[in-house]
């Protein structure tokens, strides 16, 4: 069974620090395109942060030299350092995997409207909230 489960949420003063978790079962994150998605109330899903299947890394332009994406193999695990946080970083945080399977798992219709949802994606967890007080 495909899952993927997010940790490392929390709450924290601005300019602070997180780092967020994403670990996989049912299949594995090596050569797999993944990414961290947010979310407000009220607002679109923000793709923040992604890995592509050749290994190269984006990020949102408000996330830029602040958040960090990387992934440890052998963990299954895929990570999101977050410094700096700003309360407009406070958010639902969902990880998204590409798995191999075309069947949805998890969370992904939180942000199936939203324009920077990827259909290659079909693997989501259940989000985790970070909370950033100023």
């Known amino acids: 069974q495909v899952e993927l489960v997010e940790s490392g949420g929390g709450s924290v003063q601005a300019g602070g620090s997180l780092t967020l978790s994403c670990t996989a079962s049912?299949?594995?994150?090596?050569?797999?395109?993944m990414g961290w998605y947010r979310k407000v109330p009220g607002n679109a899903c923000e793709l923040v942060a992604s890995?592509?299947?050749?290994?190269?890394?984006d990020y949102a332009d408000s996330v830029k030299g602040r958040f960090t994406i990387s992934q440890d193999n052998a963990k299954n695990t895929v990570y999101l350092q977050m410094n700096h946080l700003r309360s407009e970083d406070s958010a639902d945080y969902y990880c998204?995997?590409?798995?191999?399977?075309?069947?949805?798992?998890?969370?992904?219709?939180?942000?199936?409207?939203?324009?920077?949802?990827?259909?290659?994606?079909?693997?989501w967890g259940q989000g985790t909230q970070v909370t950033v007080s100023s």
């Open positions: 998204a995997s590409q798995t191999g399977s075309p069947r949805y798992s998890g969370k992904w219709f939180v942000c199936r409207a939203s324009d920077s949802f990827r259909f290659e994606y079909t693997a």
């Open positions: 049912g299949f594995t994150f090596d050569t797999k395109a």
């Open positions: 890995i592509s299947s050749d290994g190269t890394l």
